[in-house]
């Protein structure tokens, strides 16, 4: 990871801190946060002679943090944030699931570096940040606690080097759009060294929330390499309802890979609040990327700092399921899927 995203951090921090003379004064809208959250596992593949049985313990995105929002006027903020992941489970610095390869030797050791202006005219910001495709078409399914949240995608979440902007929320429409530079995008999970574009869109009414969105992986060898999604939302109550559909559209013919053209995700997710637990249900299919998903859990808040929870995952092919503490270099299409159940913690300070 190059240092030019610390180095953008660092300087519009010092701005930050020069702007009004705040030396003589505290510094206002900084914010220091972590989360410790991790789980106790039980994991059978469908192919033991590829990969026995365990149990184990694994990091669920543990990370600690600092936000910047910091008034420069009347319609004007500086924004900012720095997050760093802690692989609790092997007591690294590092993402638990991109823990390195030839790509990325050292693994994702950012989550998050990004500095930003947000007023009037919208939000800009250049970084390590979570995406525009994500944010408006993935996130309102990726809504369990433990590791093997958020895998029912064919997406990214955060890429490097990446300028985005978002307009403000007129009549409940907000529009997003986001480049990536081709290093940024070779260091994504995706690894695909070529420029990135996303642009996504989103309607608010009331209760009810409607996205769409585009992806531009980048040429990965085979031309065209888009993905286009969908999602919509409503809540009622402790009753939440979530979909998300997504195809591909690319140059890739080989059936049976990743990124095939014509290949579809859909997800339908639900949630139930009572009290101080939340029951979670999501089916998906996402075509040979875990093909039939089962993942179910369970939330109990504690207190407003400590959650518990417990999950069951089950795919039909290989998306998530890798060796006792393993991650992305480690994937195995051979283990055909298979099983987890995990009980964990959260606790954020």
């Known amino acids: 990871m190059p240092r030019f995203p610390f180095t953008i951090f660092a300087l519009g921090l010092s701005g930050c801190i020069a702007c009004g003379d705040l030396a003589a004064q505290p510094i206002s809208g900084v914010e220091f946060y972590g989360s410790l959250r991790t789980q106790a596992e039980a994991v059978r593949p469908d192919r033991d002679d590829r990969l026995d049985a365990y149990a184990s313990f694994r990091d669920a995105y543990s990370r600690v943090g600092l936000r910047v929002d910091h008034p420069l006027g009347k319609d004007l903020a500086l924004t900012g944030q720095l997050e760093l992941p802690f692989d609790s489970a092997n007591v690294r610095m590092r993402d638990p699931y991109d823990q390195g390869d030839a790509a990325r030797p050292h693994g994702e050791r950012i989550r998050l570096a990004q500095l930003g202006l947000r007023g009037r ?6 970084g390590q940040q979570w995406m525009p495709y994500y944010n408006a078409v993935a996130a309102p399914v990726d809504m369990f606690s433990s590791y093997y949240s958020g895998f029912a995608t064919y997406t990214v979440f955060r890429v490097a080097q990446t300028l985005s902007y978002a ?5 409940g429409l907000s529009l997003a759009a986001a480049y990536t530079g081709s290093s940024g995008n070779a260091r994504s999970t995706s690894r695909i060294d070529a420029p990135r574009r996303q ?8 209760d009810t929330r409607l996205a769409i969105g585009l992806d531009d992986r980048g040429d990965a060898g085979y031309g065209r390499n888009r993905l286009l999604g969908l999602s919509a939302s409503h809540r009622a109550g402790g009753l939440y309802l979530a979909m998300k559909y997504e195809r591909f559209h690319t140059g890739n013919r080989q059936g049976g890979s990743f990124s ?5 995700a859909i997800n339908l997710f639900a949630s139930y609040a009572t009290g101080a637990s939340t ?3 999501m089916l998906a299919k996402v075509e040979h990327y875990g093909d039939n998903i089962v993942h179910l859990g369970i939330d109990h808040q504690l207190s407003s700092d400590v959650k518990v ?10 998306a998530v399921l890798t060796p006792r503490r393993g991650g ?5 299409a051979g283990i055909s899927g298979g099983q987890a159940l995990a009980v964990g913690l959260r606790y954020d300070f």
């Open 260 to 264: 095939s053209d014509g290949n579809q």
């Open 328 to 332: 992305l270099d480690d994937f195995d």
């Open 199 to 206: 642009l996504a869109a989103t309607y608010s009414l009331g």
């Open 167 to 171: 307009t403000p929320e007129v009549g």
């Open 279 to 281: 029951f979670k249900l």
């Open 309 to 318: 929870f417990a999950e069951y995952y089950r795919e039909a092919s290989t």
């Open 121 to 126: 005219f919208g939000a800009v910001s250049y």
